[in-house]
Antibody, heavy 116, light 105 residues
Framework: EVQLVESGGGLVQPGGSLRLSCAAS????????MSWVRQAPGKGLEWVAN????????YYVDSVKGRFTISRDNAKNSLYLQMNSLRAEDTAVYYC?????????WGQGTLVAVSS | EIVMTQSPATLSVSPGERATLSCRAS??????LAWYQQKPGQAPRLLIY???TRATGIPARFSGSGSGTEFTLTISSLQSEDFAIYYC????????FGQGTKVEI
């Protein structure tokens, strides 16, 4: 059974940092692109970033470029999102998702709240 | 950035009726279009990918069509569990979602 379990969310002040993690199981993690997708409270879905199987290619939505860094550790079957210089508008539930033709598998999400 | 526009924003239907949801891309995305269903407090669920291929375990009452810039999700006979928000997503160039269509009673 495919499982994606996010962790690391919480309350952070504007300008602060957080590192999200996603533990993957039930599939060959090193063979899959992976993504982070977020959803602000009461709003729609927004793709944030994705990363190639070997980490050699990474792509970001414009609003997070230079502030967020996606990475992975294939030995640990884990995906990460380092978020720096956080803003109020980054407040959202962050999902990790297995990236193929659409996102068939999603985690349960982890809430990031940016507020003073 | 490819902008995805869904219509209508809200669709009011009765159980057993047919629902037709539309999604338009600001430029061609070929057939790289997916549809998702999301219920409150849950992660999205993939319904359709490749514009018209049902994902694993998705009932046959869900069907997708279109290519290029115009796409449609049809629910042939709405069941009570189908009342939710539906999103389209293009994955031809980066990935962008539509703003969603809420299907309500």
């Amino acid at each position: 059974e495919v499982q994606l379990v996010e962790s690391g969310g919480g309350l952070v002040q504007p300008g602060g940092s957080l590192r999200l993690s996603c533990a993957a199981s039930g599939f060959t993690f090193r063979n899959q692109w992976m993504s982070w997708v977020r959803q602000a409270p009461g709003k729609g879905l927004e793709w944030v970033a994705n990363i190639k199987q070997d980490g050699s290619e990474k792509y970001y939505v414009d609003s997070v470029k230079g502030r967020f860094t996606i990475s992975r550790d294939n030995a640990k079957n884990s995906l990460y999102l380092q978020m720096n210089s956080l803003r109020a508008e980054d407040t959202a539930v962050y999902y990790c998702a297995r990236d193929s033709d659409g996102y068939e598998y999603w985690g349960q999400g982890t809430l990031v709240a940016v507020s003073s | 950035e490819i902008v995805m526009t869904q219509s209508p924003a809200t669709l009011s239907v009765s159980p057993g009726e047919r629902a037709t949801l539309s999604c338009r891309a600001s430029q061609s995305v070929s057939s790289k279009l997916a549809w998702y269903q999301q219920k409150p407090g849950q992660a999205p669920r993939l319904l359709i990918y490749g514009a018209s291929t049902r994902a694993t375990g998705i009932p046959a009452r869900f069907s997708g069509s279109g290519s290029g810039t115009e796409f449609t999700l049809t629910i042939s006979s709405l069941q009570s569990e189908d009342f939710a928000i539906y999103y389209c997503q293009q994955y031809n160039h980066w990935k962008t979602f539509g703003q969603g269509t809420k299907v309500e009673i």
